[in-house]
C-alpha cells in the first residue's frame, strides 16, 4: 500500500532560518504530492502541490519538487518567519482499483522563535 | 461564505452516549471524507464517500457509520461513545477532474470531541 514518510519534529528555528522537512513516499503508479499546514486550532489548508515528476510546487515562500528517482517531495523556505510556526503534513493521492486513496504523513511540528 | 462547514465545533458527552457530527460543504465537490485527529497529530482516514461509493478504512469500528442526505452533506454518526473516541474529527471534500479524484482537500475546521 501507499505510504508517506515525514521527519520527526518538533523542528525548532529562529527566524530568518532555512527550513527543510523531508518527505518522501512509497506508491503504486502516478500519484500526485502534497503539502498541507495546520496552524494552531484550525483544519488543513493546502500549502502546495505537484503532479507530475520533476513539477516545483510553490507557495507563500515555500517550495517543494516532485521527484520521481528519490521518491521524494521536501518542503523548504528560505527564510521563516514565527507566523510560519504550525504543523505541516506532507501527503499524497492516488487511484487503486477505481478509488481515490489520499495518504498522509505524521506531520511535522514547526516552531519559529523571534 | 465558508467552503466546509462542521457543526458543532466542540462536544463534550458521556460514555455510552451516541452522538453526530454534521459536515456540509459548498464547494459542489463529489467526494467527501471524515478524518480523525489525535492529541499526536497523526491524521487517519475513516471513511471517502462520494454518490456512488462508501469507501471504509477497516480499522474504524463499525460504531462510527456516515450518513449522506444528499452531496453537500456528510454527517457523522458515532455510537456508545468511549473513552478513546476523543479527538479532533476533520470533514474534508474533493473535485473530480475527468472523473478521477486526484485533486487536492479542502478540509473544514474540525470538531473537538471529548468523552468523559
Known amino acids: 500500500g501507499n505510504s508517506v514518510t515525514q521527519m520527526e519534529g518538533p523542528v525548532t528555528l529562529s527566524e530568518e532560518a532555512f527550513l527543510t522537512i523531508n518527505c518522501t513516499y512509497t506508491a503504486t503508479g502516478y500519484p500526485s504530492l502534497f503539502w498541507y499546514v495546520q496552524y494552531p486550532g484550525e483544519g488543513l489548508q493546502l500549502l502546495l502541490k505537484?503532479?507530475?515528476?520533476?513539477d516545483k510546487g510553490s507557495n507563500k515562500g515555500f517550495e517543494a519538487t516532485y521527484r520521481k528517482e528519490t521518491t521524494s517531495f521536501h518542503l523548504e523556505k528560505g527564510s521563516v518567519q514565527v507566523s510560519d510556526s504550525a504543523v505541516y503534513f506532507c501527503?499524497?493521492?492516488?487511484?487503486?482499483?477505481?478509488?481515490?486513496?489520499?495518504?498522509f504523513g505524521r506531520g511535522t511540528s514547526l516552531i519559529v522563535h523571534p | 461564505d465558508t467552503a466546509v462547514s462542521q457543526t458543532p465545533k466542540y462536544l463534550v458527552t458521556q460514555m455510552g452516549n451516541d452522538k453526530s457530527i454534521k459536515c456540509e460543504q459548498n464547494?459542489?465537490?463529489?467526494?467527501m471524507y471524515w478524518y480523525k485527529q489525535d492529541s499526536k497529530k497523526f491524521l487517519k482516514i475513516m471513511f471517502s464517500y462520494n454518490n456512488k461509493e462508501l469507501i471504509i478504512n477497516e480499522t474504524v469500528p463499525n460504531r462510527f457509520s456516515p450518513k449522506s442526505p444528499d452531496k453537500a452533506h456528510l454527517n457523522l454518526h458515532i455510537n456508545s461513545l468511549e473513552l478513546g473516541d476523543s479527538a479532533v474529527y476533520f470533514c474534508a471534500s474533493s473535485p473530480l477532474l475527468a472523473g478521477v479524484v486526484m485533486n487536492e482537500q479542502f478540509f473544514g475546521p474540525g470538531t473537538r470531541l471529548t468523552v468523559l
Open positions: 501527503a499524497l493521492g492516488s487511484q487503486q482499483g477505481g478509488s481515490y486513496i489520499p495518504t
Open positions: 464547494l459542489g465537490h463529489d467526494t
Open positions: 505537484a503532479t507530475k515528476a520533476d
